[in-house]
């Protein structure tokens, strides 16, 4: 079984880091975006986090929103050394109840939810009834202020020694403070876009209050992580990782290039159903311009000869693909490692690369516990059992844009930095019906030209995900003088921020007019195109 390594040097232990408690709110993991948007290292953790469990003394705590009421028989909880631990503490919403629950158990009134927008009046006092930071939450903001409200329980009162330092028409503690300690609490959320102000708010918060430097930066979390590959696989330790072509899976492999160059090995595995000649360009980039040690694996007949026959069954599709997908790279890994033995200044390969992200880390260490939907495709570590492999995993501290960051800061070509996310089971997914190589030159050959036009039109970056798919079904058509009997395409397109719902794009008439005519005339076995004006819900993004 795959076991994480340890972590010789943590970024917590080199800047100066603000702490989010996480109690589960939608909205928490970008508290810590904002964060290090405003160059402060942050990071988040369950609330139940145990403090004498960490070994690292954070510069101040956010108690995140939550869906609870603190006095639920099941509401979580901080641990009480939070507030042992003298370091200055904001409660968001659901955080300031658990402020107020401390100190006063008696303060919240039960009410209907309240959702949206709401107008925060600011209430100064001057210097500070105490030690004179009162005042600091709000220093530089209006007194009037949009804010994002979206909470069920509010105060009925203030606990003991706090001050009201904001209010709304419906909550008239909007805003706390404690009048000796830097302790904070505000109903609303600062860290939505629709708080217009929410940023200075938490930059007053991290900066002022918490004192925290704002020295964090791409740069230097290169420079920290390549030192930390270094010392975590050795002189001669060896590292094997599956790529995709996607961003997550170079970026990772380019970091562990310039880490320990070649005895970092990447290996991508050609399934048969990836895009037009993405193998091809793949190898070309990731060994020419990123100089990355990579073996390519053409297995695509072996895929496409285990994929005949299966008509209506993408399930079925789905694990096919997945099932090989590992075999092969399992057989690779093998191979190299035996070739890796053999040599003498290489040792042996103890460790997988994996591209995790942070909001996989944060979804698997959730006080709730781990997702019922963990994505079995990413989960490779797992299933190269007889390796014993330990996981490396560079880019857990990250998000998504942070990684295009980092990739653009490493040479990776823009449009790789950039390309749209592509499914593990591939065009395979794209074929409605049987997979055969005949399929899957059609379909490549459209959404070869519908990306083509998309990028040449200037919207790939603003489409999420852009890809012609092949119905199994054929029409009429006229063509020259003949009438055609041939394949539908049909094509999506969709804007979203997450995956979880999706709207298709809206294209011009022209547009799609001309990508009708060249697929049409280009693609041999195509006689009708259609747009698929499907939302998600209720559609998927992908058709199968
Ligand atoms: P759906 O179709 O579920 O797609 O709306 C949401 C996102 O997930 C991708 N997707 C997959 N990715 N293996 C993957 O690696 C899969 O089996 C798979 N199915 C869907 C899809 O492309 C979209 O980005």
Redesign the pocket.
């Given at each position: 079984m795959a076991t994480n390594g340890e972590l010789p040097i943590e970024p917590h232990k080199t800047f100066d880091t603000i702490l989010v408690l996480d109690f589960g709110s939608q909205y928490s993991h970008l508290i810590t975006r904002r964060m290090r948007e405003l160059n402060v290292y942050c990071e988040m953790l369950p609330c139940t986090q145990n403090l004498a469990e960490l070994s690292w003394k954070p510069k101040g705590i956010i108690l995140s929103g939550g869906p609870y009421s603190v006095y639920w028989d099941d509401a979580p909880h901080v641990d009480p050394a939070v507030f042992e631990l003298d370091v200055p503490i904001l409660g968001i919403c659901y955080g300031l109840q658990e402020i107020a629950w401390h100190f006063g158990k008696n303060v919240l009134a039960g009410e209907k939810r309240e959702y949206g927008h709401a107008f925060l009046k600011v209430e100064r006092h001057e210097g500070g009834s105490g030690s004179g930071h009162v005042d600091k939450l709000f220093q530089g903001l209006e007194d009037d202020m949009e804010v994002w409200m979206s909470h069920g329980d509010k105060l009925s009162n203030l606990p003991p020694s706090f001050v009201t330092i904001a209010t709304t028409t419906n909550a008239p503690f909007a805003g706390m403070a404690h009048q000796e300690k830097p302790y904070y609490g505000i109903q609303f959320h600062p860290e939505v876009t629709h708080t217009p102000r929410g940023k200075h708010l938490l930059k007053n918060f991290a900066v002022e209050i918490c004192k925290a430097k704002q020295d964090w930066t791409m740069g230097k979390f290169v420079d920290q992580e390549i030192a930390r590959i270094k010392a975590l696989v050795g002189e001669k330790g060896q590292v094997i990782g599956a790529v995709s072509g996607g961003v997550d899976s170079t970026v990772a492999a380019k970091l562990m290039q310039e880490a320990i160059g070649d005895r970092f090995h990447a290996v991508l595995v050609d399934n048969g159903v990836l895009r037009l000649n993405e193998a091809a360009q793949v190898k070309e980039t990731l060994t020419e311009h990123l100089g990355i040690n990579l073996t390519v694996v053409d297995a695509s007949e072996r895929f496409l000869g285990l994929l005949k026959g299966v008509t209506d069954d993408p399930e079925k599709k789905?694990k096919i693909?997945?099932n090989t997908f590992i075999e092969v790279f399992q057989e690779e890994a093998k191979k190299i490692a035996a070739a890796a033995a053999g040599s003498s200044k290489a040792g042996e390969i103890e460790w997988l690369l994996q591209g995790t992200l942070y909001p996989d880390v944060i979804e698997s260490i959730s006080f709730k516990g781990p997702s019922a939907t963990i994505?079995t495709?990413?989960n490779v570590g797992g299933l190269l059992a007889g390796m014993h492999l330990k996981l490396i995993e560079p880019l857990r501290e990250l998000f998504k844009d942070e990684v295009r960051e980092l990739g653009t800061n490493l040479g990776i070509p823009e449009e790789l930095v950039w390309r749209?996310?592509?499914?593990?089971?591939g065009i395979a997914?794209r074929i409605l019906g049987e997979v055969t190589p005949e399929q899957v030159r059609i379909a490549r050959e459209a959404d070869h030209i519908f990306i083509e036009e998309i990028r040449a039109a200037g919207l790939y970056r603003k489409i999420?995900?852009a890809?012609a798919a092949l119905l199994p079904v054929k029409a009429v058509g006229v063509m020259g003088d003949k009438r055609v009997h041939n394949q539908v395409i049909a094509l999506r397109a969709v804007e979203?921020s997450d995956?979880?719902t999706?709207d298709w794009y809206p294209f011009d008439g022209q547009f799609l007019k001309k990508v009708s005519r060249r697929i049409v005339n280009e693609v041999d076995g195509v006689c009708r195109v259609v747009y698929d004006i499907t939302s998600?819900p209720p559609?998927?993004?992908?058709?199968?």
């Open positions: 789905r693909i997945g994505k495709h990413h749209h996310p592509f499914p593990g089971p997914i999420s995900q890809f979203t995956f979880m999706a998600k559609g998927t993004i992908e058709m199968e």
